[in-house]
């Protein structure tokens, strides 16, 4: 018995600590794992689209698309199920795959995203939902809410009509991966991205029980994130075809009107990438802290990267390599004990990795 146990904890420390991806993770980063993958469940045939958070208590719930007949999108693939893998001790170890959505085939779910409600404690998870069975395609926006940080989720509700119109039913539609935020007024706020007619935020101001959209068109606007500044302001940071850099948004009354520029010092292939306030019990709101991780490449998915910003976005660090190799679609999270928790797609969207680092690692 004591010989197999041993066995188990040479495998899973193989797993957690040894190198898990094609090419090596940057120096300094021990703790790495790769949550999601093919190999670990028969007949899939990928995950995709990672979302990270950490609950009120301080478990972090990763979320994320399984991909069973092939690993198309949302609007290519009639069966696309919501998994979670959960960790209870800042990353060391974590639960099976477990499932939050699961739809028969000819319905898919997909491009998961969460807000930690911090004053009820609810995890709130969006997904894009489409039928393949009946008429014409039409994307559609649903939510399900964990009470106990992730352990169990409630059954769908379908929020389309709450967060977008009639006339966009033909549209290709889709709220954005990753994570939405609560302000410091207890707002619940997240973009939703109409590729035909511009992105808006939509949000709630009781704690999700219903949802409204702020009818304000956005452009350019592709999969983007929303943050609150020190001073109030909304900052939404975005991806955009062919520009070779991020686009940034900034509001100061509320989402009535934006002001737009190119940031020029984030590259970006046109990918995903992922922004969060860094807080913890030595730093505040004021003391603008932003964390933005994406691909540092203007043509190319790779050199996964993190930055620091001091000055709520106003001015960047040099970017810090998490992987070099091929990457995409991050997540970042804060972790309990103040470390950075980053969740994202690995060798050709082949892995799922998470790791985590300190602040200071950023800089150094």
Known sequence: MKKVFFLALVIFS????????????????????????????????????????????????????????????????????????RSTNNGRTWTPIETVVDLPDGESASDPSMIVDQQTGTIIMFYNYMTHNEGEKEFRFHVVKSLDNGKTWTKP???????????????????????????????????????????RVFGSDNHGKSW???????????ESKIVELADGKWMINSRVSKQGCRTV??????????????????????????????????????????????????????????????DDGKTWSKPKTVYKGSSAYPSLTVMKNGRIGLFFEADNYKKNVFVSFPLRWIEK
């Open 14 to 85: 193989l797993n957690s600590y040894g190198q898990i991806t094609e090419q090596p993770l940057e120096k300094g980063l021990k703790k790495a794992v790769n949550l999601f993958s093919a190999d670990m469940k028969e007949g899939v045939s990928c995950y995709r689209i990672p979302a990270i958070v950490t609950a009120v208590n301080g478990d972090l719930v990763c979320a994320i698309d399984e991909r069973v007949p092939s690993c198309a999108d949302l609007i290519g693939s009639r069966n696309i199920n919501i998994v979670v893998r």
């Open 157 to 199: 509700e379908d929020i389309t009509e709450q967060i977008s119109k009639t006339e966009w039913n033909k549209n290709f539609r889709f709220i954005t991966s990753g994570r939405g935020i609560q302000t410091k007024s207890g707002k619940l706020l997240h973009c939703v991205v109409n590729l035909q007619n511009g992105g």
């Open 212 to 222: 409204y959209l702020i009818d304000t068109k956005i452009t350019p606007f592709d």
């Open 249 to 310: 948004h900034i509001s100061d009354d509320q989402g009535k009107t934006w002001a737009t520029h190119k940031e020029t010092a984030l590259e970006d292939p046109t990918c995903n990438a992922s922004i969060i306030r860094y807080t913890s019990k030595k730093y505040s709101v004021k003391d603008k802290i932003l964390i933005f991780a994406n691909n540092n490449d203007s043509k190319h998915r790779k050199n996964m990267s993190v930055r620091i910003s001091r």
